[in-house]
């Protein structure tokens, strides 16, 4: 069985900094696509950022060039960095992974998702 499990979130000032991470769990798992989403209260889901299997990377406009995606094969984590956070920033983040399962036989292939951590941006 896979799961997802999110760390990272919490309050930060204006200007600050914080990491998520979202480590996969589970046999036989390869994670093809990483991708980062955020719902603030009272919006709907909104995609962040995507990492694929060959690190190509793309970003929501309202984050280009602040926040960063990465992905650790070895550990079956992605991770988003986040820097010069603003108020609007501020959500419950989830992430999701396109994930293969290898069955011996036959592979399948599903999305998962992460708990959610909130990410609040406040003096």
């Known amino acids: 069985q896979v799961q997802l499990v999110e760390s990272g979130g919490g309050l930060v000032q204006p200007g600050g900094s914080l990491r998520l991470s979202c480590a996969a769990s589970?046999?036989?798992?390869?994670?093809?696509?990483w991708r980062w989403y955020r719902q603030a209260p009272g919006e709907q889901r909104e995609l962040v950022a995507v990492?694929?299997?060959?690190?190509?990377?793309d970003y929501v406009a309202s984050v280009k060039g602040r926040f960063t995606i990465s992905r650790d094969n070895a550990k079956n984590t992605g991770y988003l960095q986040m820097n010069t956070l603003r108020p609007e920033d501020t959500a419950v983040y989830y992430c999701?992974?396109?994930?293969?399962?290898?069955?011996?036989?036959?592979?399948?292939?599903?999305?998962?998702w992460g708990q959610g951590t909130q990410v609040t941006v406040s003096t």
């Open positions: 999701n992974a396109q994930v293969e399962v290898d069955y011996s036989d036959y592979v399948s292939t599903g999305d998962y």
């Open positions: 990492i694929d299997k060959d690190e190509d990377t």
């Open positions: 589970g046999s036989a798992i390869t994670i093809d696509k």
